[in-house]
C-alpha cells in the first residue's frame, strides 16, 4: 500500500505534462493547418527534421554511426519538395540522398569505420521512415479538402493513442508484447479502436456540420477510423523496438511527458501514409 500513492501521484504528473504539452501545440498545429501551403509545409519539415535527428541519435546511443546531416537534411527537403512537385520530385530527392549517403559512408570505411555499411542502412533507413513516410503529411493535406482530412486522420491516431493510454493503465491484464512495450495491453490497443471508430464517425459529422467534408458518409469515417487505429499502433511499437535495442527510454527530452518528437509522431508516421492511400483509393 506505501508504494501505490507515489506510483498514482507520478502517472498523474505525467498526464499533467502531456496534456499541457497537447495545449501548447494543438492551437499552434491547427494553425498551420489552417493556412496550408508554405506555412503547413514548413511545419510539418520542422517536426520531420528534428525526428529524424532523434532517430539518428537513437542509433548513435547504440554505438552506430548513421550521418546526422545526411538523414535531417534528406528528410526535410523531401518534404519541402512533396509541397512544391509531388511524388515525382520527393522520389528523385531519395533517390539522390540515397545514392550520396552510399559514397559518404564508403569515404568512413576507407578511414577505419568497420560498421560503415550498418551506418549507411540506418542512414538510408532514416530517410525512408522519417522523411519519406513523412511527406505524406504534406500530400494529405493537399488533398482536396485537405484540411478537413488532416483533422480526421489525426484525430483518429489521437483517439486511439489516448484511448489505449488510459484504459490500458486502468484495466489492461494481458500484455500486448512482452519485450517490445510491456506496458500495452491487449485490453488497451482494443479500447483504442472501439474509441476511434465512433470517435472519427462523431468527426466527420461535425464537419459535415460546418459545411466541409460532404463526400465521406460517418460509418466511412468509423471504418476509417477503425483502420487506423488497428495499423498505426505498429508505427509505436516499432520505436519501441529500436528504444529497447539502443537502450533508450525516449527519443529526447523536447517534450515534457512524451520524450521526443519521434515518441510523438512514430504512430502519426503510419497514419499519415495509411490515411493518404485509404482515402485516395475508397473515399474519393
Known amino acids: 500500500m506505501g508504494e501505490s500513492q507515489p506510483q498514482k501521484t507520478n502517472n498523474l504528473e505525467d498526464l499533467i505534462k502531456r496534456v499541457r504539452v497537447v495545449l501548447v501545440l494543438l492551437p499552434i498545429g491547427f494553425v498551420a493547418n489552417y493556412l496550408g501551403g508554405w506555412v503547413f509545409s514548413l511545419f510539418v519539415a520542422l517536426i520531420i527534421g528534428v525526428a529524424a535527428y532523434e532517430y539518428a541519435l537513437l542509433f548513435r546511443?547504440?554505438?552506430?554511426?548513421?550521418?546526422?546531416?545526411?538523414?535531417?537534411?534528406?528528410?526535410?527537403?523531401?518534404?519541402?519538395?512533396?509541397?512544391?512537385?509531388?511524388?515525382?520530385?520527393?522520389?528523385?530527392?531519395?533517390t539522390l540522398s540515397v545514392l550520396t549517403s552510399l559514397v559518404h559512408h564508403l569515404f568512413d570505411y576507407e578511414r577505419g569505420r568497420d560498421q560503415a555499411a550498418t551506418d549507411f542502412a540506418i542512414t538510408v533507413s532514416a530517410m525512408i521512415y522519417i522523411g519519406w513516410l513523412g511527406s505524406f503529411f504534406v500530400s494529405l493535406r493537399n488533398l482536396p479538402e485537405g484540411f478537413w482530412w488532416v483533422m480526421i486522420v489525426l484525430p483518429a491516431v489521437w483517439l486511439a493513442d489516448m484511448a489505449g493510454y488510459i484504459f490500458g493503465k486502468r484495466f489492461g491484464r494481458h500484455k500486448m508484447t512482452v519485450r517490445l512495450s510491456p506496458n500495452k495491453s491487449w485490453e488497451g490497443y482494443l479500447a483504442g479502436?472501439?474509441?476511434?471508430?465512433?470517435?472519427?464517425?462523431?468527426?466527420?459529422?461535425?464537419?459535415?456540420?460546418?459545411?466541409?467534408?460532404?463526400?465521406?458518409?460517418?460509418?466511412?469515417?468509423?471504418?476509417?477510423?477503425?483502420?487506423?487505429?488497428?495499423?498505426?499502433?505498429?508505427?509505436?511499437?516499432?520505436?519501441?523496438?529500436?528504444?529497447?535495442?539502443?537502450?533508450?527510454?525516449?527519443?529526447?527530452?523536447?517534450?515534457?511527458?512524451?520524450?521526443g518528437v519521434f515518441d510523438r509522431i512514430d504512430s502519426?508516421?503510419?497514419?499519415?501514409?495509411i490515411g493518404y492511400y485509404l482515402i485516395t483509393t475508397f473515399f474519393q
Open 61 to 94: 546511443a547504440g554505438g552506430l554511426r548513421p550521418a546526422l546531416a545526411l538523414a535531417v537534411g534528406a528528410s526535410v527537403t523531401m518534404v519541402i519538395g512533396q509541397s512544391l512537385y509531388g511524388f515525382e520530385l520527393t522520389l528523385l530527392i531519395l
Open 193 to 259: 479502436i472501439l474509441v476511434a471508430a465512433p470517435g472519427t464517425a462523431l468527426l466527420v459529422m461535425l464537419w459535415q456540420a460546418l459545411g466541409a467534408g460532404k463526400g465521406i458518409a460517418p460509418w466511412e469515417g468509423a471504418l476509417l477510423g477503425g483502420l487506423l487505429a488497428l495499423l498505426t499502433i505498429f508505427g509505436d511499437l516499432g520505436e519501441s523496438m529500436i528504444k529497447r535495442q539502443v537502450g533508450a527510454k525516449d527519443s529526447g527530452q523536447l517534450l515534457p511527458g512524451h520524450g
Open 268 to 273: 502519426w508516421l503510419w497514419g499519415g501514409a
